[in-house]
Nanobody, 121 residues
Framework: QVQLVESGGGLVQAGESLRLSCAASGSIFRVNAMGWYRQAPGKQRELVASITRGGNTNYADSVKGRFTISRDNAKNTVYLQMNSLKPDDTAVYYC???????????????WGQGTQVTVSS
């Protein structure tokens, strides 16, 4: 089994920054792509940013230039640096990872429990 544990959410004012972290643990052979999604009240969950094991990144247009995703493969951890936060960034942020475990030896998608980010105006 694999667990994804997120941290770093909170309440900030517009223009401030937050850094989210997500660590994967368990019977992990290899972690492939990792990403961050968010879901605001009444809206569908959307991709914020993703990163391949090799470091290739992809961002939603709404966060380009403000958010940066990175990862530490040795720690099976992904980060999301969020700068110049806006009230529209308010949402629950979820970590996602494609993980190959020792028992399955094939990739499966796992989700964290979510962390709340609230940006006040």
């Amino acid at each position: 089994q694999v667990q994804l544990v997120e941290s770093g959410g909170g309440l900030v004012q517009a223009g401030e920054s937050l850094r989210l972290s997500c660590a994967a643990s368990g019977s992990i052979f290899r972690v492939n792509a990792m990403g961050w999604y968010r879901q605001a009240p009444g809206k569908q969950r959307e991709l914020v940013a993703s990163i391949t094991r090799g470091g290739n990144t992809n961002y939603a247009d709404s966060v380009k230039g403000r958010f940066t995703i990175s990862r530490d493969n040795a720690k099976n951890t992904v980060y999301l640096q969020m700068n110049s936060l806006k009230p529209d960034d308010t949402a629950v942020y979820y970590c996602n990872a494609d993980v190959i475990t020792y028992d399955l030896l094939r990739a499966a998608s796992y989700w964290g429990q979510g962390t709340q980010v609230t940006v006040s105006s």
